[in-house]
C-alpha cells in the first residue's frame, strides 16, 4: 500500500457570511480525484452565517449553551458539557469565541452533513473530480484529556469503514471492526492545520477508493441515546 | 507549512515473544529523523510475551477481562466496559483474540508507555535520529460509533500540545487549546494499515520538530478519575 499525503491549504483568509467555500478552496489548492477535504466548523460556520452577538457576562454565555442544546448532561463550575440538537456531546454546545470578532461567537452549522455535501457538490462541479468533504471541529472526550479535532459532518466519504467479515491474515473473521475512519481523517487533517489553527482546511491524499460513498455523521457516528452508556 | 505523509511498514510477519521490535522495523523502512513510528499494540503484546492460553468459554473470557481489570465501569450483555490498571476505559480490557493463534489471546502490555521508550532507545541507537515511538490501540468512545485508533503510549513526543496562551490570528489568546496529538497520530497511521491490519506499523513525517521532547500517555493523556465526569 502507498503512502497516504496530508496537505494544507493555506491563504483562505477570513471568510465571511456568504462566502462559497468550494470556490475559496479550488482557487487555493490543485485538487487532485479522490482528495478528501477537512474543513473546520469554524469557516463553515462563517460562510454560513452562524454568527451572534453575545456580551461578556457569564450568564449570557449559559443562556447561549442552553439555546443550542436539547440537554445539559454534565455542568462542573462554568463547564457545561451538552447534547446539541444534532446529537453531539460536547463543551458548551460547540459555540467557539476564538478567530471571531470581539463580542461574537461562531454556533455550529445547522445541519454538518448539509454543509459537507453543499461544498463537496461545488468541488465535483468545478473539478469534474469525485473528491470527498469532512466538516471538522475540536471537542473534548471522556476518560482522556486533551482535545482532539473529529468529524461532524461529512459527504462523499463512508463515515465508518466495516471490516467484519473480513479475515484477518490468520483467516478468522475479525471481531469488532467498525473503523470510524472520519474522525481519524479529522484529526490526521489538524496535524498541518498549525499552532495557532490559521489554516482552517486541509486534504488528505491517498487513501482506499473503496472507502468513497455516500454516508452521514448523523446516521453513521452519532450513537442514539438508547444505545449509548454514558450519557 | 509543508504536508505531512504516513508510510506504512509493511512485511514485518509474524512478531513471536522476545523478538525486539526496533530491529524489525529498521530492517524494514528506512528511517529519517524526526519520524514518528506508531506501532500497534498487538505487535507489542506479543514480542513481549502477553499471551495467555483461554478456553471458548465465555466465562474464561470474561474472568480474564476482570482479572485485567481494576474496576468494571459497564456491563451490557458480554460487553464489558471496564478501568484496566493503566487508567484506560475500554472493551474488554483490551484483550484482543484476533491476529493470534487459536486458544490464545494478547493481553496489553504491561507499561506501554516503557514499551515505546524501549523500540525508541532502540531506535535511536541504531539510526542515530531522533525519533519518536506511539503503541497504539483500537478503543471505542463514549457517544459516537465506530472504533478509532489511538495512544496507549508513548515516547519522544508530546502527548498533549499545549497552544494555550497561542494567539489566534485575531491576536487574542485561544481559549481551550490542549491539542491530544499523540491520537491524531494514532489514528492517521491507522488509515494506512490496510483493511485486514496485516500492517502493524506505519511512520508518519512531517510534523512540528518543536513536538519532539520527552512524554508519556498515562501521565498526560489518562484522565484521573477525580477529575472524570464520565465514569
Redesign the interface.
Known amino acids: 500500500?502507498s503512502?497516504?499525503?496530508?496537505?494544507?491549504i493555506?491563504g483562505i483568509g477570513e471568510v465571511k457570511p456568504g462566502d462559497t467555500l468550494a470556490d475559496l478552496l479550488i482557487d487555493r489548492f490543485d485538487f487532485h480525484p479522490l482528495d478528501v477535504v477537512v474543513v473546520t466548523q469554524k469557516i463553515v460556520s462563517k460562510a454560513e452565517g452562524r454568527l451572534v452577538t453575545v456580551g461578556e457576562d457569564p450568564g449570557e454565555h449559559e443562556a447561549l449553551v442552553e439555546s443550542e442544546s436539547v440537554r445539559i448532561i454534565?455542568r462542573?463550575g462554568e463547564l457545561l458539557?451538552s447534547e446539541t440538537s444534532h446529537g453531539?456531546?460536547c463543551?458548551n454546545a460547540g459555540i467557539?469565541?476564538?478567530?471571531?470578532?470581539?463580542g461574537q461567537a461562531a454556533l455550529l452549522p445547522l445541519d454538518p452533513d448539509r454543509s459537507a455535501r453543499r461544498i463537496r457538490d461545488g468541488l465535483v462541479a468545478r473539478t469534474g473530480y469525485e473528491v470527498a468533504v469532512i466538516v471538522s471541529d475540536?471537542f473534548?472526550?471522556?476518560?482522556?484529556?486533551?482535545?482532539?479535532?473529529?468529524a461532524i459532518g461529512c459527504a462523499g466519504i463512508s463515515?465508518?469503514?466495516d471490516?467484519k467479515g473480513?479475515?484477518?491474515?490468520?483467516g478468522?473473521e475479525?471481531?469488532?471492526?467498525?473503523?470510524?475512519?472520519a474522525?481519524?481523517?479529522a484529526?490526521?487533517a489538524?496535524?498541518?492545520m498549525?499552532?495557532?489553527?490559521?489554516?482552517p482546511a486541509a486534504v488528505?491524499r491517498g487513501?482506499?477508493p473503496e472507502w468513497f460513498r455516500e454516508s452521514s455523521v448523523r446516521a453513521?457516528?452519532?450513537?442514539p441515546p438508547q444505545e449509548?452508556?454514558?450519557?
Open positions: 500500500m503512502a497516504i499525503s496530508i496537505h494544507p493555506e454534565r462542573r458539557i453531539f456531546i463543551a467557539d469565541y476564538s478567530n471571531v470578532e470581539r475540536t473534548g472526550r471522556a476518560w482522556r484529556k486533551g482535545l482532539t479535532d473529529i463515515a465508518i469503514v471490516l473480513t479475515s484477518d491474515h490468520m478468522r475479525l471481531q469488532v471492526t467498525e473503523i470510524c475512519i474522525d481519524e481523517l484529526g490526521a489538524e496535524l498541518v498549525g499552532k495557532a489553527r490559521s489554516v488528505v487513501i482506499e453513521e457516528i452519532v450513537r449509548d452508556l454514558f450519557r
